[in-house]
Nanobody, 123 residues
């Protein structure tokens, strides 16, 4: 069964760090793109980052560029989102999602979604 499961959310202070994990099963990271998305209260879900080994895509939204970093562990078949210099506006439910081959700018192109993990940035 193809699925992704997020973990690692929690409470962080402004300027702090958190690392989210997206554990994949039923497929390998060599074949699929992994996107990170977030949805803040009262706002639409937005794209944060996307990684695809197929074409070397590594995308970051302008709002997180220079602060968030994506990495992967091929053995664990897991993608990580390292979030540094967190801001209160990073507070949201974070989701990872996957689609075959390449990243897409359309969320509707991602067929498999995780359940989400809450990130709260507050002092």
């Amino acid at each position: 069964q193809v699925q992704v499961v997020e973990s690692g959310g929690g409470l962080a202070q402004p300027g702090g760090s958190l690392r989210l994990s997206c554990a994949a099963s039923g497929f390998t990271l060599d074949s699929n793109a992994i996107g990170w998305f977030r949805q803040a209260p009262g706002k639409d879900r937005e794209g944060v980052s996307c990684f695809s080994r197929n074409d070397g895509t590594l995308y970051y939204a302008d709002s997180v560029k220079g602060r968030f970093t994506v990495s992967r562990d091929r053995v664990k078949n897991t993608v990580y989102l390292q979030m540094n210099s967190l801001k209160p506006e990073d507070t949201a439910v974070y989701y990872c999602a996957t689609r075959r081959s390449y990243c897409s700018g359309s969320q509707h192109q991602y067929a498999i979604w995780g359940q989400g993990t809450q990130v709260t940035v507050s002092s």
